[in-house]
């Protein structure tokens, strides 16, 4: 059997290329390949990350073709870490069976290949980067085209970890007029600055529309000399009442080799039991909430931080 040349087992390659370097038709048929598209091959065994598919399918597509929406999304890894214990579209992960979505110019054919979802538009040069060698719209451009198929609590998760990882959105005057402009405009007015992960912008919404007041997010808590003491995910300073989400890395325990060596004592766990009663000692209220509370026990959740606030003072 003919060896694969080192260009070949490189990566993927258009059928054409491959005959240029040798290999034959029944070759390139044959089980050493897999073949991600049509009319292109890669060797069998090789990584099958959205990477990798996108790298075969720019191979195919026109040279104006951009990777986009929620394929842009994932290739971008434009999510603050840690996307929380529940369910969400926007989460990190790999998922090779999900249709790439490709964006050409208005003048161009849509790509209508299986696997695909095609999109015309025309793109400004900013709003396109370069990722490895692939063409992705930009962040905020992603978080603009993914308005009119996505909930609002997803954009303003998205838009939360934008203001985060890329600063503020430069489009907020072309939103007007857009298929799905309602849902982006309320998610821009509802996103905030500082925010550390989706699960707290998740909880921070809860809070919202209940109609409690509006928290602050990350704002640090001192103690009455001065020297930091905690950086609740939101609080509300005027009546010194915290709500913190513990993600299932807080319930992470050592093991007992490590214990018993001092490496290490659960040292997360350790932290959290005693911040809680570091804020009492300066006369704070803290209330902790899980995936749990946020997904299952709502009501329940909102009641707790309610009767919290309400023992600091507030009239809720």
Not at 172 to 196: C, F, H, N, P, Y
Request: aromatic share 6%.
């Amino acid at each position: 059997m003919k060896d694969i040349p080192p260009a070949v087992a490189a990566g993927p390659f258009t059928v054409r290329d491959g005959a240029e370097l040798g290999l034959t038709a029944r070759v390139l048929e044959g089980r050493r390949f897999s073949k991600p598209w049509r009319g292109v091959r890669v060797v069998r065994g090789a990584p099958e990350t959205l990477f990798e598919r996108c790298r075969a399918a720019a191979l195919v597509l026109p040279h104006s073709a951009v990777f986009s929406h929620e394929t842009a999304l994932e290739l971008g890894r434009w999510l603050a870490p840690g996307m929380g214990d529940g369910p969400s579209r926007y989460a990190e992960r790999e998922d090779t069976r999900a249709p790439i979505h490709v964006t050409v110019p208005h003048h161009a054919v849509r790509p209508q290949r299986v696997g695909m979802v095609g999109h015309r538009t025309d793109l400004l040069g900013d709003e396109i980067l370069h990722l490895g060698g692939l063409r992705v719209t930009s962040p905020w451009r992603t978080w603009l085209d993914l308005g009119a198929t996505s909930s609002e609590v997803d954009l303003v998760i998205l838009a939360d970890a934008l203001r985060r990882r890329v600063g503020t959105c430069p489009y907020q005057a072309s939103i007007e007029g857009r298929r799905g402009a309602r849902a982006l405009r309320r998610a821009l007015t509802r996103s905030r600055s500082g925010v550390d992960s989706p699960m707290e912008t998740r909880l921070r919404l809860l809070f919202e529309d209940a109609e409690l007041p509006e928290p602050a997010v990350n704002r640090p808590v001192v103690r009455s000399d001065g020297s930091p003491l905690h950086r609740p995910d939101l609080s509300w300073p005027r009546w010194r009442v915290a709500a913190d989400y513990d993600g299932r890395h807080h319930a992470d325990r050592d093991s007992p080799q490590d214990v018993r060596s001092g490496r290490a004592s659960d040292w997360r766990v350790r932290q959290d039991i005693s911040r809680g009663d570091l804020l009492d000692d300066e006369g704070w209220i803290l209330r902790v909430f899980t995936s749990f509370d946020v997904f299952h026990a709502p009501a329940r959740a909102v009641e707790r931080m309610r009767a919290a606030l309400r023992r600091g003072g507030a009239e809720v």
